[in-house]
């Protein structure tokens, strides 16, 4: 998990400087920060979901694992749980849990996620993450300028989740399969879609109900896509 914990310190070091940006910045750049944010989010979903070539298991999977959250009250568990660490820190913005779970969807669903994951699993060679470190901790000044502390926070699921993934690949890494990853990162471009809406203040989308779509796919993908 070296590469996990590398992410994570650049994460750190990046929203670290964002804050200090933040506190600096006059109310009118913070809002055209966010929105050129909300507009890469938008392009970096439409490329990421054009990568599907199976619509249905797409579709399905957004509809079943939409319900899914919605039944379990995610956001509303999310929401919860970040006021809670917000109270506990004395924390301050209102943009905390939006921070959070921009910065975690934009730096954990790609394909570059899963990949660097997998191949650090299996050969014990993070190239792929020590890459990925530098550009998630360039973002994360942009994003933590923009939303605040709360981009620091997104570290917590990214190395439970990234970390995941490598555990997961040590173990079982011959069975991930690059059709089964193309549809996991078409459908985080689905939800990425969503994020950019909600963040460019379009359309309030319950992304975080969405997130169980990630398990669901890869769950179709294996059942119904021919290897």
Known sequence: ????????????????????????????????VFQGLGLFTLFLGASMAL???????MVFSILIGSVAGEAMRLEEWVHGFSEKIKNKFSLKGGRFTE???????????????????IEEGLDDEPKLL???????????IALAAA???????????????????????????NYFDIAVINELSAVGGILLLGLGLKILEIKNIKVINMLPS???????????IDK
């Open 130 to 140: 020590l890459a990925k470190s530098v550009m998630d901790g360039f973002s994360s």
């Open 99 to 117: 921070g959070l779970v921009t910065a975690f969807l934009l730096f954990c669903v790609g394909s570059m996620t899963i990949l660097g994951a």
């Open 1 to 32: 998990m070296t590469g996990t914990l590398i992410n994570a310190a650049a994460i750190i070091v990046g929203g670290s400087i964002g804050m200090l940006l933040h506190s600096r910045l006059p109310e009118r750049f913070s809002k055209i």
């Open 147 to 173: 939303m605040g502390i709360g981009v620091i926070f997104s570290i917590v699921p990214l190395i439970i989740y990234q970390g995941g993934l490598t555990l997961a690949a040590s173990w079982a890494g």
């Open 51 to 57: 990568k599907t070539n199976e619509f249905l298991i």
């Open 214 to 224: 990630l398990v669901i796919v890869v769950i179709l993908a294996w059942l119904f």
